[in-house]
């Protein structure tokens, strides 16, 4: 178990996101392994269709490798400050939360590490309620336009359906958990994405998640085509920026609002780009992230020991294992091959860490980063 001492941690807010990358450019000049997501369970009581695990998920979880190696792996980062808890849902299975749910999160607490749950929220309320002193930040995904949206693609990748009824009363339940949680102190942080499905319901997801289920933060992520996600219909460029337009309009302004890896950046020649930079720049209780994937962050999966970069699974594999490798020395091989080095740019003046292999090949096959990364050091005399 970890000998470091208990760093007190700064409550979350507007200007203190611990999941930003750009903190370890701040705090170290350079991007720094400081999070590391885990993947604790295969199980889950639901089948989102754009859920990364979605389709690989089993019936019964393997033996997860011993808890002393894992610790080990994680003492072995002296600048770990984030770890993030997923699954299938990570508080469904009672063997794991044994085994290893609860002792990553007391390992965090002692070692005064934010720790952020990747839940579904749809489980009965104590299961929450149990572990709510060592949550900094319980996330959910809310991509529900409509009811049926939740009963077709919460459960579009299930082989058997569960009734109509049972698939309600956990939408339901989603709902007085988030709404309970909050009121009682957590944070909970609810995640749109968008895309063609959400796009004509973004103001009733909004008032949802601020009136019905009272999160202390509304999530913005435009929709990448990753494998997983792929029967899902991404937004032309020109319809994502009219999306985020369209919720700096109508969003209640009471409510953080984080866009996370937004496919706009300064380095491009378009005045509407520019325009509505500024207009999130300037907008009240509103802030934007670097992506963490590969730029601070690893994911372990605690069956396999596989670690991949987050979300590049597809693009990228399996790019160690923390059976025989440790985490900072992973981290500095992908920071040194030749994809994130043709992919990372970085512009000082801007915080900015550029676009993931994602954001790139969907919307910018042809557009040359690092040449643009030039021009803007040129231009603002940084390096
Ligand atoms: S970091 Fe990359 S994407 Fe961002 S402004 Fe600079 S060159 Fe453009």
């Not at 572990?131 to 009811?147: F, K, Q, R």
């Not at 907008?283 to 605690?302: E, I, Q, S, W, Y």
């Not at 693009?315 to 059976?323: L, V, Y």
Request: hydrophobic share 35%.
């Amino acid at each position: 178990m970890s000998t470091y001492s208990i760093n007190k941690k700064c409550p979350i807010d507007i200007s203190n996101d611990p999941w930003e990358p750009y903190n370890d450019i701040n705090m170290h000049n350079q991007l720094t392994l400081s999070n590391i997501e885990f993947t604790t369970t295969n199980l889950c009581n639901m089948r989102c269709s754009h859920c990364a695990v979605g389709y690989t998920l089993q019936t019964q979880d393997p033996e997860p490798l011993p808890m002393d190696l894992i610790y080990r792996r994680l003492d072995e980062i002296p600048d770990l400050k984030t770890l993030s808890i997923t699954g299938g849902e990570p508080m469904f299975s009672k063997k794991s939360i044994k085994q290893v749910v609860k002792p990553l999160l007391k390992y965090a607490y002692d070692r005064g590490i934010y720790v952020q749950m990747n839940s579904n929220l749809t489980l009965p309320q104590d299961r929450y309620l149990d572990i709510a002193e060592y949550i900094d930040v319980m996330h959910i995904s809310h991509n529900w336009g409509t009811i049926e949206e939740f009963t077709d693609v919460g459960f579009g990748a299930m082989t058997k359906q569960p009734p109509l009824k049972a698939k309600l009363k956990l939408y339901e339940q989603m709902l007085d958990n988030a709404s309970t949680l909050s009121k009682q102190g957590m944070f909970v942080s609810a995640e749109t994405m968008l895309n063609q499905s959400t796009l004509p319901h973004l103001d009733k997801i909004h008032n949802e998640v601020v009136k019905d289920m009272h999160c202390s933060r509304h999530e913005i992520h435009p929709m990448y085509p990753a494998d997983f996600a792929s029967q899902l219909n991404v937004l032309s460029l020109q319809d994502m920026k009219h999306a985020i337009n369209h919720l700096l309009d109508i969003r209640d302004e009471d409510i953080w609002m984080l866009f996370g890896t937004l496919p706009i950046y300064p380095c491009l020649n378009d005045e509407d780009d520019q325009a509505l930079l500024q207009r999130l720049r300037n907008a009240k209780n509103v802030t934007t992230r670097n992506d963490p994937d590969g730029r601070n962050r690893l994911n372990v999966n605690v069956f396999t020991g596989n670690v991949i970069v987050t979300d590049f699974g597809d693009e990228n594999g399996t790019i160690s294992n923390i059976k025989t490798d440790k985490l900072p020395d992973v981290f500095n091989q992908w920071i040194n091959s030749s994809l994130a080095q043709s992919l990372n740019c970085h512009c000082a003046e801007f915080n900015c860490l550029g676009p993931n292999v994602l954001v790139k090949n969907m919307y910018y096959p042809h557009t040359d980063f690092k040449e643009k990364e030039k021009m803007m050091h040129r231009i603002y005399q940084t390096n």
